[in-house]
C-alpha cells in the first residue's frame, strides 16, 4: 500500500496564477482532510470531505476549493495565487480514528 | 473554541537525556488527545494517543497520560536517542467534532537530539 500520496511535491507560482494539487489514498478510507502547515503555527484545517462528492470548509477556507469526485481522490484547487498562501500543503485521510498523512507539498507564491 | 497549547521550542538535548514537551488544552468535555511526530521531510505519523481521563498512550519510549484536573496531555521520554529528532504536535478531537474527526493541533515543539 501506497497509503496517502501527494502530487506535486513542490511548486513555484507567480501571483494571480493557478493550480491543483492531488492527494490519493489506497486505503478506502471515507473521511479526507487538507491542511496548510506554517512556521510557529501548527497545521490548520482548510477543506475537508466525510465522503465521495461531499466537502465542507474548515478553519481557513478562503482562496482555495476542493472537489472529491472519486473516493481514492481528494484535490486542493487555488484559483489566483497570493504570497499569502506559500506555506507547505498536506492531505489526511482517515476512517475510525487515526489520521494518515501525506509527505506534503511545498508551495511557493512569488 | 478548542485550543491546543505546546511548550515552545525549540529543544536542544543530548544523547540520553529525559525529555518533557508540555501540552495543555481547551476543550469542552472529553475530548480525545493525540500526539503525532513529524520527522524532516516527511508527513506527519500518530506516535501515541488516550481517548479518556487517565490514560496513558504509549509507542517507542514515548509516554502521555491525559490529565482532565489540569487539561494536560505532556509527552515523556526517559532517554531520547538522536533518532528522536523531529517535530512534535500536540493535537484533540474533541466530542463535536461528529462525523468529520476533525484535529485541532498545536504549533509543534522542534526537538534535536545531540550525540
Known amino acids: 500500500n501506497a497509503g496517502v500520496t501527494q502530487t506535486p511535491k513542490f511548486r513555484v507560482l507567480k501571483t494571480g496564477q493557478s493550480m491543483t494539487l492531488l492527494c490519493a489514498q489506497d486505503m478506502n478510507h471515507e473521511y479526507m482532510y487538507w491542511y496548510r502547515q506554517d512556521p510557529g503555527m501548527g497545521l490548520r484545517l482548510i477543506h475537508y470531505?466525510?465522503?465521495?462528492?461531499?466537502?465542507a470548509k474548515g478553519e481557513v477556507p478562503d482562496g482555495y476549493n476542493v472537489s472529491r469526485l472519486k473516493k481514492q481522490n481528494f484535490l486542493l484547487g487555488l484559483e489566483s495565487a497570493a504570497p499569502s498562501q506559500t506555506s507547505v500543503y498536506f492531505c489526511a485521510s482517515s476512517y475510525i480514528g487515526e489520521q494518515f498523512f501525506g509527505p506534503g507539498t511545498r508551495l511557493t507564491v512569488l | 473554541g478548542n485550543s491546543v497549547t505546546q511548550m515552545e521550542g525549540p529543544v536542544t538535548l543530548s544523547e540520553e537525556a529525559f525529555l518533557t514537551i508540555n501540552c495543555t488544552y481547551t476543550a469542552t468535555g472529553y475530548p480525545s488527545l493525540f500526539w503525532y511526530v513529524q520527522y524532516p521531510g516527511e508527513g506527519l505519523q500518530l506516535l501515541l494517543k488516550?481517548?479518556?481521563?487517565?490514560d496513558k498512550g504509549s509507542n517507542k519510549g514515548f509516554e502521555a497520560t491525559y490529565r482532565k484536573e489540569t487539561t494536560s496531555f505532556h509527552l515523556e521520554k526517559g532517554s531520547v536517542q538522536v533518532s528522536d529528532s523531529a517535530v512534535y504536535f500536540c493535537?484533540?478531537?474533541?466530542?463535536?467534532?461528529?462525523?468529520?474527526?476533525?484535529?485541532?493541533f498545536g504549533s509543534g515543539t522542534q526537538l534535536t537530539v545531540l550525540p
Open positions: 470531505s466525510v465522503g465521495e462528492g461531499t466537502t
Open positions: 488516550a481517548t479518556k481521563a487517565d
Open positions: 493535537a484533540l478531537r474533541p466530542i463535536s467534532s461528529g462525523s468529520a474527526r476533525q484535529l485541532t
